[in-house]
Structure formats: structure tokens, C-alpha cells
């Protein structure tokens, strides 16, 4: 199998470890990026490299087109030609609408929407040029269904698909494929962080599979979209959360 550079964004979090650690069970050369704010990179890194994953790793705040044009194009040099971008990394500022205030709907959509055209755009051409290409935006079953208190959040995640489909037709003759993956509630320190009476009164009731879903499932769905069996799949929405997206 080809040996792939593939870059994930917010790669040090809940679901972007696990789609790190597949990637790089998959052969490929991974790096990630880390928020202006994390301070627990070099940590991370090194619990990896116990582990036996030597990752690369960039700072970058992917609401802010520089920055990522700028780690983009130090990647390039330093590592080589990116085949591979999960764009992972996103916030959730909850609220109802009506609490809802325009910092919170500014950086939600900042951070989940604006962030996938600041990667891609340096990013795409090159895999056209190359010939082959794999984008893959995670979303959330909450922007296919909409979630109270989620106006934000839903408007980005559904904004996300839109563009992968547009993003996909533009490509398609280059063999670059664009797809998005939908995770339901997946058992990040985010979703435990619910008290257990919530959980189970009101979250796992609407899931007909009855459990939360898992990082690695996610990551694994991402590798094998990444991988050559994959080619045929483009434009797709991946929903994974079992059955929530039939309530
Ligand atoms: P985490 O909070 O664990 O990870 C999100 C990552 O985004 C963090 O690693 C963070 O980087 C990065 N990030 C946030 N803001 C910025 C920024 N301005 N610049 C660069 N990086 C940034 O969340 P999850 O792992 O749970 O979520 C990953 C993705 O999956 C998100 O897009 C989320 O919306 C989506 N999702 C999650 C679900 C769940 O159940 N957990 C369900 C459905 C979708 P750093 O750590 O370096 O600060």
C-alpha cells in the first residue's frame, strides 16, 4: 500500500487522536495540528511515541487563513506533499437562540466552517496536480437533524456537507475525493462529561444501537476512506451514529 502524508486538524482531541492512531496503522505519515491554546503538545507526543506513533505536529489556528497557509506550507517543505486532510477540529458554544450571542455564533462558525475552507484551500490544488487526493470534514449528525441549543453548531456542521459536495465536483476529474463523516455521540471526555442520568434518560433512548459510539470507530471509517478501496465513494455524507439520524 502507498505510504500517504495526511494531515488532521485538532488531531491531539478526542475523536482526531483516534484518526490519527488509524491513519498511521494504515502506513501513513501523520501529522497533526494544535490550537494557539494547547499547552499540552510536546506531552501528548511523547505519550504517543511510548506508544510507538512518532507524529509530526504544527500550530495552527485554523479560523485564521494565515496561520494555516503558513503551517501548510512548512509541512510542505519539511514533511512533503500533503494527500491527506481530516478536517477535525471544531468548538461547540452552546445556547438557545435566544440566549444565543453573535461571539458564540461567530466562533462556532469560525472554527467548524470557516476552518474547512482555510486548510483545503492551500491544500487541494496541489493534490489535482499530483493526481490523487483525499478531503475529509467531520461533521455531526446534529447538522442533519438539528439539536436544541445548537443553531451554531448545526449551521456549521450542515455548511460543512454543502461544501464537500461542491468541493467533491470540482475534484472529481483530478481524483481528489471529498467526503464528510457524520458522528453521532461519540465517548470523547466531552459526551462523559454528561452526568449519567442524562446520558441515560436522554441521549442513549434516542440511540437504537443502546451505547455511545467510539473514537476508534470513527477513525477507522476515516482510514478506510483514505484508503485506495475507497476511491468510488465521493460527495458522501457517512453518517455513524448508530441509527440516531432515523429518530
Ligand atoms: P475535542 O475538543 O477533543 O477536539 C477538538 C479539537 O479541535 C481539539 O483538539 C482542538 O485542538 C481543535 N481546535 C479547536 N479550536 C481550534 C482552533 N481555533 N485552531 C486549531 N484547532 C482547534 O473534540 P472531539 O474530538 O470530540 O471532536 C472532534 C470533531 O468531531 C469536532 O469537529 C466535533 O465537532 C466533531 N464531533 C464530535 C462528536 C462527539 O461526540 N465528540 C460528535 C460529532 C461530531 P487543541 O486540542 O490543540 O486545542
Redesign the pocket.
Known amino acids: 500500500m502507498a505510504q500517504r502524508i495526511a494531515v488532521v486538524?485538532?488531531?491531539?482531541?478526542?475523536?482526531?487522536e483516534a484518526i490519527c492512531i488509524k491513519l498511521a496503522d494504515a502506513g501513513h505519515k501523520v501529522v497533526t495540528?494544535?490550537?494557539?491554546?494547547?499547552t499540552r503538545?510536546g506531552e501528548w507526543l511523547a505519550g504517543m511515541k511510548s506508544k510507538g506513533y512518532t507524529f509530526y505536529a504544527y500550530q495552527?489556528?485554523?479560523?485564521d487563513f494565515d496561520s494555516c497557509q503558513k503551517a501548510v506550507a512548512e509541512i510542505q517543505s519539511e514533511v512533503g506533499p500533503i494527500d491527506i486532510l481530516v478536517n477535525?477540529?471544531?468548538?461547540?458554544k452552546d445556547a438557545s437562540f435566544r440566549k444565543m450571542g453573535k461571539t458564540d455564533w461567530d466562533a462556532v462558525m469560525r472554527?467548524?466552517l470557516d476552518?474547512v475552507f482555510n486548510m483545503a484551500k492551500p491544500i487541494c490544488d496541489g493534490m489535482a496536480e499530483r493526481g490523487w487526493g483525499r478531503v475529509i470534514n467531520?461533521?455531526?449528525?446534529n447538522g442533519q437533524k438539528g439539536a436544541f441549543g445548537q443553531t451554531n453548531y448545526s449551521a456549521a456542521?450542515a455548511g460543512m456537507h454543502g461544501f464537500t459536495k461542491a468541493l467533491a465536483l470540482e475534484y472529481a476529474r483530478k481524483n481528489v475525493t471529498v467526503n464528510t463523516v457524520?458522528?453521532?455521540?461519540?465517548a470523547?471526555?466531552?459526551?462523559l462529561a454528561v452526568p449519567k442520568e442524562v446520558l441515560e434518560s436522554k441521549i442513549l433512548p434516542q440511540i437504537p444501537l443502546g451505547r455511545l459510539g467510539k473514537?476508534e470507530e470513527v477513525g477507522a471509517l476515516v482510514a478506510f476512506l483514505c484508503s485506495e478501496d475507497a476511491g468510488y465513494f465521493t460527495g458522501a455524507n457517512l453518517a455513524m451514529n448508530g441509527g440516531q439520524h432515523m429518530y
Not at 138 to 141: D, E, F, L
Open positions: 486538524s485538532g488531531g491531539m482531541g478526542g475523536i482526531g495540528t494544535y490550537s494557539p491554546g494547547n503538545s495552527v489556528d485554523v479560523t477535525n477540529a471544531g468548538i461547540t472554527t467548524n476552518s467531520i461533521s455531526s449528525v456542521k457524520s458522528p453521532g455521540y461519540i470523547t471526555k466531552m459526551v473514537p
